[in-house]
Nanobody, 116 residues
């Protein structure tokens, strides 16, 4: 399995925007799905958004209409544009990749904090 390196987290006021990036290395051509999950303190990790190599996108219910996932296959990078951020979006955001054979990898996580 390759490595996933996230960047772009930070502190933002409610209503603001952030953009997360996640670059994959290693056996990149075996990667089908890339995306984002998040985990807030005391809560389970939940789906934010995923995108397949072919461009099929899935969003978690709480972020639809505010977040946009995209992917640059040439750069082996997935992005998450987060707009209209809310305090409840505060969490550690994890990059995720899944190969065509079903093997998964996680990034180390990046903190997103939204102040009210």
């Amino acid at each position: 399995q390759g490595q996933l390196v996230e960047s772009g987290g930070g502190l933002v006021q409610a209503g603001g925007s952030l953009r997360l990036s996640c670059a994959a290395s290693g056996s990149i051509f075996s990667i089908n799905v890339m995306g984002w999950y998040r985990q807030a303190p005391g809560k389970q990790r939940e789906l934010v958004a995923t995108i397949t190599r072919g461009g099929v996108i899935t969003y978690g219910g709480s972020v639809k209409g505010r977040f946009t996932v995209s992917r640059d296959n040439a750069k082996n990078t997935v992005y998450l544009q987060m707009n209209s951020l809310k305090p409840e979006d505060t969490a550690v955001y994890y990059c995720r990749s899944v190969t065509f054979s079903g093997d998964g990898s996680w990034g180390q996580g990046t903190q997103v904090t939204v102040s009210s």
